[in-house]
């Protein structure tokens, strides 16, 4: 047994868990001595292989995407998980970025997260998703197109349902050609075990679902997780050693993932640990967010966080249920402690960088600041962009950041010490938009915030609704819609859109 084991640990591709960039603290254990899991789940677009390819239309070497960004958050005491997805389209800061090749590529502002991935490297995504959201990673996997096959036969397939006919064979004509765009996913209304490449179409699906955007997209995507879990659930998958074994072997095969994960000993751990979840406590969550015009390009709506978003990314850095159901391990966090020793005020250099999304809040922490002695605190006048409020020090200026934080009242998740940082400098987030001191943490019960869309794993009534778009104009005979169809068989040749 200790041989094979071996045999399947030596398949894993393992890499870096970050790219050093970026580092936010792990939290602390509870009384028992246990920490909440967070494991960044990461869906690539690249084209690596031959089978990729087939399975992803076009190989034309451009460079990679995390089409699908899930955050699974486990909590300490196993209570309850939230799997946390951002829209692929969300634009955000993207951190410096190392690749592979040691070429260090300059931090991007206002980028789509999928690009997080652009060079290649996981953990450039996985120090993306700590900046915006303060949340301590723990481990990343990545799987591509061929490994979703795989899984998805391994498991023995995964039980879907959509309330209307739908297909999604749509394509645009753009460069002199025309070029695939959908996933060719062609399902009857109700409900049905997909398999291997038709789980991949239903997890690729955007244009046919809800809206055709990403929000529907990651809403069949939950859907498909959930009714997974309930399965694996149902069938004692975790704890029977002949179902565990095969779907063992196919992950070694299909996923990549950091260092501290690559073995099948931790896997089994991480998956007894899920498995300790009771399906009517994993909450399945799209980060709330909206269309806002760009005065750069008129017809194009990128997508931002709302406000309500940086709530969401604190109860969970802080281990707080969004069930609102409470948990034995949640805990309001205290504002950082000052240093034991005083520290001079008066001599503590710090930048204040707006990053909040309102006018003049720099100057009003500043000038607040400056009451209170640090009359060297300067208002950082650049464009910035900032989910969560951090404070980056130098590791020898720990003692002038925690006075800092203390006079602020930021909690210890807030500070973050940085090798390449030359001085203290207080990033205002969208977490933090009103007052002078650092908003009290959410109550320990928990919640989503109004504007979320969110599902439980138990609930196994959900089922997608077909994007209703009709052509803008109907062929002669022709009676369907885009995405759906109407008679007993689809069309035989869908009819492109340009």
């Known amino acids: 047994m200790y041989v094979y084991v071996k045999i399947l640990d030596s398949n894993f591709k393992t890499g870096a868990l970050g790219n050093g960039k970026v580092d936010v603290a792990a939290p602390k254990p509870d009384k028992f001595g246990h920490v909440p899991l967070n494991i960044l789940v990461i869906g690539s677009d690249g084209r690596s292989s031959s089978a990729d390819c087939d399975l992803g239309g076009s190989c034309d070497g451009s460079a990679p ?9 486990v909590s300490a005491d196993r209570s309850n998980a939230s799997i946390l997805s951002i829209p692929r389209d969300t634009r955000v800061s993207i951190p410096a970025c190392t690749d592979a090749k040691g070429v260090t590529h300059a931090a991007r502002s206002f980028q789509p997260i999928t690009n997080s991935l652009n060079y290649n490297v996981p ?3 996985v120090d993306t998703w700590e900046a915006l959201t303060h949340i301590h990673i723990d481990h990343w996997v990545m799987v591509d197109f061929s490994g979703v096959v795989k899984m998805a036969d391994a498991v023995g397939g995964v039980d879907v349902c959509t309330r209307q006919n739908v297909m999604d064979y749509q394509r645009q ?7 695939e765009i959908g996933s060719h996913l062609e399902l009857p209304a ?8 038709q789980a991949l179409e239903w997890l690729r699906t955007r244009h046919a679902f809800e809206d055709g955007s990403d929000v529907g997209r990651a809403k069949a995507q939950h859907l498909y997780l959930n009714s997974m879990i309930r399965q694996m659930k149902s069938a004692s998958t975790i704890t029977n050693p002949f179902r565990l074994n095969s779907l063992a072997q196919a992950a070694t095969h299909a996923v990549s993932m950091d260092q501290g994960l690559g073995s099948i000993e931790s896997l089994s751990s991480l998956a007894l640990d899920v498995d300790k979840v009771p399906s009517d406590r994993i909450t399945t969550v799209t980060v709330p967010h909206h269309f806002q015009p760009d005065p750069a390009t008129p017809n194009n709506l990128p997508v931002v966080l709302n406000d309500s978003a940086s709530g969401l990314f604190a109860e969970l850095a802080n281990d707080v249920p969004l069930d609102g159901k409470g948990s034995a391990a949640s805990a309001s966090p205290s504002p950082t402690p000052p240093p034991a020793a005083p520290v001079d005020k008066a001599g503590v250099r710090l930048d204040v960088q707006n990053g909040s999304g309102v006018n003049h809040r720099g100057q009003v922490i500043t000038d607040a600041l400056a009451a209170d002695g640090f009359t060297q605190a300067a208002r950082d006048t650049r464009l910035v962009d900032y989910g969560v409020t951090t404070l980056v020090y130098p590791s020898a200026e720990q003692a002038q950041a925690q006075a800092v934080a203390a006079a602020l009242k930021l909690p210890a998740t807030a500070l973050k010490s940085s090798a390449s940082a030359t001085g203290l400098t207080l990033q205002v987030g969208a977490d933090w938009k009103t007052g002078t001191t650092f908003p009290a943490a959410a109550p320990k019960t928990g919640g989503l915030p109004t504007d979320a869309e969110y599902q439980t794993a138990s609930d196994s009534s959900q089922c997608m609704d077909v994007n209703p778009a009709p052509y803008a104009k109907f062929a002669p005979g022709q009676t369907h819609y885009i995405y759906s169809w109407t008679g007993p068989t689809p069309p035989s040749v869908p009819q492109a859109t340009g």
């Open 123 to 125: 953990g450039c995504v």
């Open 190 to 197: 109700g409900t049905h075990k997909v398999t291997g490449v």
């Open 65 to 73: 995407h995390a089409d699908v960004e899930m955050l699974l958050h």
């Open 173 to 179: 004509y753009f460069g002199g050609q025309w070029h």
